[in-house]
């Protein structure tokens, strides 16, 4: 099946500064997310996002579909933005099955 | 809209004990999945449905684990009996026609003594 590799798995930065998550696929996508997990473990759904560019506020994310990547952009980090991403993809056949990357551990301080 | 609703949000309980985790998923949502977070294992899928038919379970660990969806409106994961190494989160998510966005409930995090 499919396998999900996010990288860094731990990012330390101060509030303010901006940073980049990326997230490996090993095969074609019909569906990917990301999803934040915040400190009282609550996942929130931050992109539904198979191909292209979104945005929400600070936050965007750019799947490159033909090169099997995204990347989740925070800008400005504030320390609310603290804890765990994830990247979640699934495949061409049964695209509702969700398989989960490790995640990436974000802690800003202040 | 409320939300996913999961309960109980923590429940303890012994090994050998039969443990039932409940969802409530969201109103007009036709899929609905159910997780388990561990730290050796990660977010991993158990089983979804789809219009209330079970459509995968092969992420089901062992048979000791049932899941059913009676109504659009409620879905059980039966764990029978409990292990230790079954303590975990259970998520259950839902989500609406083809692939798209899946939202979490809050969780119940399980201990199995």
């Known amino acids: 099946g499919i396998q999900v590799e996010q990288s860094p798995p731990d990012l330390i930065l101060q509030e303010g500064a901006n940073s980049t998550l990326r997230c490996n696929f090993s095969?074609?996508?019909?569906?990917l997310q990301w999803f934040h997990q915040n400190p009282w473990g609550q996942l929130i759904n931050l992109f539904y996002?198979?191909?292209g560019t979104k945005q929400n506020g600070r936050l965007s994310a750019t799947t490159v579909a033909t090169e099997r990547y995204s990347l989740l952009y925070i800008s400005s980090s504030q320390t609310t933005d603290s804890g765990v991403y994830f990247c979640?993809?699934?495949?061409?056949?049964?695209?509702?099955?969700?398989?989960f990357g490790q995640g990436t551990r974000l802690t800003i301080n202040p | 809209d409320a939300g996913v609703i999961q309960s109980p949000r923590h429940e303890v309980t012994e090994m050998g004990q039969e443990v039932t985790l409940r969802c409530k998923p969201i109103?007009?949502?036709?899929?609905l999945f159910w997780y388990r977070q561990t730290m050796m294992r990660g977010l991993e899928l158990l089983i979804y449905?789809?219009?209330?038919?079970?459509?995968?379970d092969s992420g089901m660990p062992e048979d000791r684990f049932s899941a059913k969806m009676p109504n659009a409106s409620f879905s059980t994961l039966k764990i029978q009996p409990s292990e230790p190494r079954d303590s975990a989160v259970y998520f259950c998510?839902?989500?609406?026609?083809?692939?798209?966005?899946?939202?979490f409930g809050p969780g119940t995090r399980l201990t199995v003594l």
């Open positions: 979640a993809g699934g495949g061409i056949q049964g695209a509702q099955k969700l398989v």
């Open positions: 095969d074609s996508v019909n569906n």
């Open positions: 996002i198979p191909s």
């Open positions: 109103s007009g949502h036709d899929y």
């Open positions: 449905f789809n219009n209330n038919v079970p459509i995968d």
């Open positions: 998510a839902a989500g609406r026609g083809g692939p798209g966005t899946q939202y």
